[in-house]
């Protein structure tokens, strides 16, 4: 399937200034010229340039469309295939008609995917710059956009690329001792290996060091607004998001169902979840709001609790508290501008380690330390996403918590006095693991199953 010529819509369906239709594969040149009508053919003009012309539906000679058309000649592609895009109408029906014809002359519709997946197979890049891409594509923030960046640009392959080239010789070095002992080369003692092995180790230490910040930056954080009702829940989520997203009143009990919506954080994504009022709830649809509110909680990495600074602390906020001991909170005193009513020795006895942040939501108060307080509890100093190489990937980041695990091993073999042909068994096990990053040494299920989660055209 790999040798024929696909192709798609790569933009975003519905009404647009322009869309475009995609086509890869040895046929594109020959499949765009049965359908174009331009000046010359566009087996003839120069590769990376744009042409104005018509769409034609061969089978009835009929103008399709308005077009202009860029070829991009193989090897100087993405996919390393000739490769031609349609600039048309952004119209559903225009564009579609127009991918219509395409295939109706010997393109097939493409697999999910399955542009970059190509890019990957002829080798125009290597298995974490093709995840990359789709990282950038789903990016929340510029920091992830540029942790995504320098990852598509290889930052993270040339890494993992040296680190398996010093296992690579290291393994070459303990079989020649062992098959050629004849040869004067330097003996792979146990003090040369652990100095290689711990090299490595260290790298990979560095790496997974980066994780958590790079997990947050490419997925985002789940956080999740919770108060008793009329605390001021919703009025934080509208803030944050700067849109009127949540109904807001003085009735207590409005929100009666979970509200989500990404927002950007001083560059840290969250996943912003605003909940019914935890409570005892006075009917059905109070209580099937407050079970789901109860459901998202577990499984939040941020918990906001919001208090209200104009009412004593009541016992269900005593028990909010007791709800989110051991996760990460940030205390939300709302309502400073009424009359001081709580108890704020209580508050930070309730709070312990956790940060409090005063808030008036309605004269716009506080929002500024809250962002601040969400970012330094995620990213001690700023994310310096340009100098570093972070690990966001959760696949990418379970296969460097293999390869710690190996070269420990390794080293443990080592300490106990085992021979350097039984250690290098888990020095090659390593260098495999870290193969599977890249994708040199990865399973053809798994690459189908990464690239099917690509959009269409990709």
């Known amino acids: 399937m790999e040798g024929d010529t696909i192709a798609a819509i790569s933009t975003p369906m519905g009404e647009a200034a322009i869309a475009i239709v995609r ?17 010359k053919p566009l087996k003839e003009v120069d590769s990376h340039t744009i042409h104005y012309g018509y769409i034609i539906d061969p089978d009835t000679d009929e103008k399709a469309e308005e077009v202009m058309v860029t070829v991009m000649k193989a090897p100087k592609t993405f996919t390393r295939e000739d490769v031609v895009e349609m600039n048309c109408h952004g119209g559903l029906v225009s564009v579609n008609r127009v991918l219509e014809i395409a295939l109706n ?6 697999e999910p995917g399955e542009f970059t997946k190509r890019a990957f197979l002829n080798g125009r890049i290597d298995l974490s710059q093709a995840e990359a891409v789709m990282d950038l594509i789903r990016a929340k923030t510029d920091r992830a956009m540029n942790v995504a960046i320098n990852q598509m640009e290889g930052r993270l392959s040339k890494l993992i690329h040296t680190l398996r080239q010093t296992l690579l010789e290291t393994v070459a070095h303990v079989e020649v001792n062992i098959d050629y002992p004849e040869y004067d080369a330097e003996e792979m003692t146990h003090q040369l290996l652990t100095e290689k092995l711990t090299e490595v180790k260290r790298e990979v230490e560095k ?3 980066t994780a958590e910040q790079g997990k947050i ?11 008793r009702p009329n605390v001021g829940k919703s009025s934080l989520l509208n803030s944050l998001v700067h849109e009127n997203k949540a109904i807001v009143t003085d009735i207590p009990g409005t929100t009666r169902d979970v509200i989500e919506e990404y927002v950007n954080v001083r560059g840290v994504p969250l996943r912003l979840v605003d909940t019914a009022g935890i409570r005892e709830p006075e009917d059905l649809v109070e209580r099937i709001g407050v079970e789901r509110s109860r459901k998202v909680l577990k499984e939040a990495d941020l918990i906001l609790l919001v208090l209200n600074s104009g009412e004593v602390l009541a016992e269900e906020d005593e028990k909010l508290f ?37 808030t008036s939501i309605k004269e716009e108060q506080g929002i500024n330390e809250l962002e ?17 190489t972070y690990v966001s990937n959760s696949r990418h980041i379970a296969l460097l918590k293999q390869a710690k ?11 106990a006095g085992l021979p350097v042909d039984m250690v290098q068994i888990d020095i090659t096990r390593t260098w495999e693991i870290l193969g599977e990053i890249v994708g040199d040494t990865v399973s053809e299920s798994l690459i189908d199953q990464l690239f099917s989660q690509f959009c269409l055209g990709k």
């Open 23 to 39: 086509l890869s594969g040895e046929e594109a040149l020959h499949i765009a010229d049965r359908m174009f009508r331009g000046k």
């Open 105 to 110: 002359n010997g393109a097939r519709i493409a």
């Open 207 to 209: 790496l997974l060091q």
């Open 217 to 227: 930056l490419r997925e985002g954080l789940s956080t999740v607004i919770i108060g």
């Open 322 to 358: 007791e709800a989110v001991r051991g996760m990460d909170v940030i205390v939300i005193v709302n309502k400073t501008d009424l009359t001081q009513q709580i108890d704020h020795e209580k508050v930070h006895q309730l709070a312990g380690t956790h940060p409090i942040v005063s």
């Open 372 to 388: 601040e307080s969400i970012k330094e509890l995620f990213f001690t100093g700023s994310v310096e996403s340009g100098d570093m």
């Open 405 to 415: 695990r190996t070269l420990e091993e390794s080293l443990n073999g080592i300490d």
